[in-house]
């Protein structure tokens, strides 16, 4: 009989793991559902890149075109019946009233007619966005795509107001609207001079009206990425919405009121911001 040997150690089952099982792991670990800041790419034309909230963005605007068009079908076909609204009609009147409004208050009488239709186009898109994207399927339909040269999960459909470049752009229309607004009523040296206010504090003043677009586009796109995650987060979704659904029910109420709520603030702020650059003498004049 040999004699026992002493001291050695038994084998790691780690050592026998292939490279083959080791690059398995990897491609799971890769096409794991995880949440991004930026949004990701569906298929690439040339320089362009289609994303997942593009392609929700394009939806968005589709079901608007709808509503618009089936909100004003019986004026189209009976104008006269029309003249009392019912249904839908009087849905949608109900809300350009409530937003016409809105808009008055800010702006004036006379010069609300000039950006109105921005205004209640800000709104009216923002709200459908936030509450389509609590709609089944949007962020929980993952599937692999290319990006950056090795494949990865990505949801099929991302709420378009979680994507910074969708808020930023909005921001930015509403940062021209404001300031077009306050040039037409007072002219290019007269907006400058109401916007300074103190001629040696002028770069201050700008660079507080630059953070216009900072705090519209970060306040919009914070919220509804927070509620994204939230919803469709592997903790939420595994637990609140799978196994207690009263906590998922009153996450979703929560989230169709901080919908509503965040499209009210980015409308009511950039009509109160185009109504002080207009100034109320003005607002009355035109």
Do not use: C
Not at 86 to 104: C, K, P
Request: proline share 6%; net charge negative.
């Amino acid at each position: 009989m040999g004699e026992p040997q002493i001291g050695r150690e038994a084998p790691d089952p780690a050592a026998f793991v292939t490279a083959e099982q080791t690059a398995q792991a990897e491609q799971l670990n890769a096409l794991t559902p995880q949440v991004s800041v930026a949004a990701e790419p569906l298929a690439h034309f040339g320089p362009f890149d289609l994303t997942n909230s593009m392609l929700t963005m394009w939806i968005t605007m589709a079901v608007m075109l709808v509503l618009a068009w089936a909100a004003t079908r019986r004026i189209r076909r009976d104008p006269d019946a029309a003249m009392i609204p019912q249904g839908l009609q009087n849905v949608v009147e109900a809300v350009v009233e409530s937003l016409a409004a809105m808009v008055e208050s800010a702006v004036g009488r006379r010069y609300a007619r000039r950006v109105f239709a921005f205004g209640a186009t800000f709104f009216v898109f923002i709200t459908i966005s936030n509450w389509f994207s609590l709609l089944p399927g949007i962020g929980t339909i993952w599937i692999p795509v290319e990006h950056q040269g090795h494949e990865i999960a990505a949801p099929l459909f991302r709420p378009a107001t979680a994507d910074l470049n969708m808020t930023l752009a909005l921001a930015l229309t509403a940062f021209v609207v404001i300031h077009a607004s306050g040039i037409s009523s007072h002219g290019l040296l007269g907006h400058l001079k109401e916007m300074t206010q103190i001629a040696f504090l002028a770069p201050v003043f700008i660079i507080i009206e630059l953070f216009v677009i900072v705090s519209l586009s970060f306040r919009l796109f914070g919220n509804l990425f927070a509620g994204e995650v939230l919803l469709n987060g592997p903790i939420l979704a595994g637990f609140a919405l799978g196994h207690i659904p009263l906590i998922g029910a009153v996450f979703l109420l929560l989230e169709i009121l901080f919908g509503l709520i965040q499209a009210v603030i980015f409308f009511m702020l950039s009509m109160v911001f185009t109504g002080q650059a207009v100034g109320p003498e003005s607002a009355e004049a035109h």
